[in-house]
C-alpha cells in the first residue's frame, strides 16, 4: 500500500497543489450553490425571470469548473511525496499491540521537540515515518525511523540514548542497544531489547548437574537461555574478561564440562596452572603449550586426511570425528613468556594460526581466553581475525571501546554500561538476527 509523506501546516506556511485545489474547488462548489439558488429563485420570480437563462449558464459553468478543480485536487493529492516503505517481518496479534503502543510514543513531539527528526519546509514540517517491530517472545525488536535527509542528527554520539529515553516508564524493561542504517539508506533501524529479564542459567549444583543441560545436537553449547553457540557453523571463540569477571567459570566450570558431557575431547592449556588444567590434563608450562598447539595440528591433518579419503568435504559426514575443544587460557602470560624465545614465539604463532584457520573444517574448536583483547595480550593477528566472529567479553572488557574495537570491528561505540560479575555482551553471528551484533549476556552461576 502506498504511503505520503505527512506535512503539519503552521500558518506562515505555503500550501501545496492539492490543498490549493481543494480549497477553489470549495470556493467554487460554494458559488454553484449560490448561482443554482439565485436561478431557481429567478425562475419563480415575476420581475427576474428573463435573467433566468444567464443565471442558467453561469450554474453550467461553475458545475463544469468545480468538476474539474476535484478532478485536479484528486491528481494532486495522489500525487504527492510518497515515503519509502520498509518491509519488516510478520509479527503475531500480540506483538503486534505491542509495537502500536511503542510506535505511538513517538508522536508528534517526541520526533520533532526532542529527536529533532522533523524538516522545516515551505509547507510546514514534514514527518519521517515509523515503523516498530518487535519479536514474538517480546524480548527483542526495532525502531525504524525514515532517513528524510536526518541521518546527521541520527548519528550523534548519546542518540540511542534519546530513543531508548522515549521508551522509559512502561517500556522502562526495553533499551536501545545498536543502530544501524538499511541497505538502501532509507531507514534508520535502532535495535532494542529487554535488558531488564536475565537470562542467564542458574545452576544448583546440589540439586542439578550440567547433564539437564546438554544439548540433543553434540555441536550445540547452550551459554544461555537466549544464546546457543553453534560450533559446527561458527569453529572458534574469544572470551575476554579481567581477572575475577568470570570467565573461568564460564569456561572452565561450565563449558569444558558440558562439553566433555556431549561427547566432546576436551584440552584445556593455559599459562597459569589451576584446576581446569588439572582437571583437564592441560598443559600450563610456555613449552608444552605450544607443543600442545603443534601437535593438534598433526591431529588435525590427520583428520583432513581421513575426510579427503572418504571423499567428504567436512568432518560432520564422519560420525567417528568427535569435536575437539582446545582451550588456550592466559594468552596475554604465554605472549610475555615467549618474548623471551623469539623461535618458540614463532612456532606458536604458527600453530595457532594453522589451527584458527584450518581446524573448523577437522572439528577442532579453538577457544582464545585472554584478560585483555590487545596486540600484545591476544592472538596473532590472522588468528585473531579467525575468532571474531564469535566474542564473550565480561565486566570492565566489555565496557572498553578500545578492546571492542580490536575484536568487534564496526561496534566499538556502544553504550557504557556498568557491567557486574558475568555480565558484558556477546556477539556470535551464527546464532541467529539478535546476536549478529553485541547484546547484553551473562554467563552461568553457580549457586
Known sequence: MRKYRRINRSKDSSHQSYQLSLIAFGLFSLLTGFSFFTFTSCQNSRFFSSLSGLFRNITILFVVISLVLFVISVITFFHRELVTTLEIPSMSSKAKRLSRKIKSLFNDKQISDVLKLSNLTRFGDEFPFVYVWISDDFNF??????NIATYDRMDRDKYEQKVSGILGGKYKRFAVISSELTSNDSYMLFHFEDTLTSYKLIIN????????????????ILL?????WHAEMTPHLSVIARTRAGKSVLCGRYMAEL????????????????????????????????ERAEYWCEVMLERLNEI???????????????????????IGNLNAALELDKSLKKRWEVAINKLTATGGAAGIHVIAISQFATKEAFLPSLARVNCSDAVIMLAGAADSADERRFLMSGFADLPKRNYKVGQGVARIITSGKKWETPHFFEAPRFI
Open 141 to 146: 525488536g526495532y525502531i525504524a525511523i525514515e
Open 205 to 220: 549444583e546440589k540439586e542439578d548437574t550440567l547433564s539437564s543441560y546438554v544439548s540433543k545436537d553434540p555441536h550445540a
Open 308 to 330: 579427503n579419503e572418504a571423499g567428504q568435504e567436512k568432518y560432520l559426514d564422519l560420525p567417528d570425528l568427535v569435536d575437539i575443544a582446545l582451550f588456550f587460557d592466559e
Open 259 to 290: 562439553m566433555r558431557l556431549q561427547g566432546w575431547t576436551v584440552d584445556y592449556n593455559s599459562a597459569k596452572f589451576d584446576r581446569y588444567v588439572k582437571e583437564f590434563n592441560g598443559k600450563s608450562e610456555p613449552l608444552e603449550v605450544v
Open 224 to 228: 544461555s537461555k537466549d544464546l546457543i
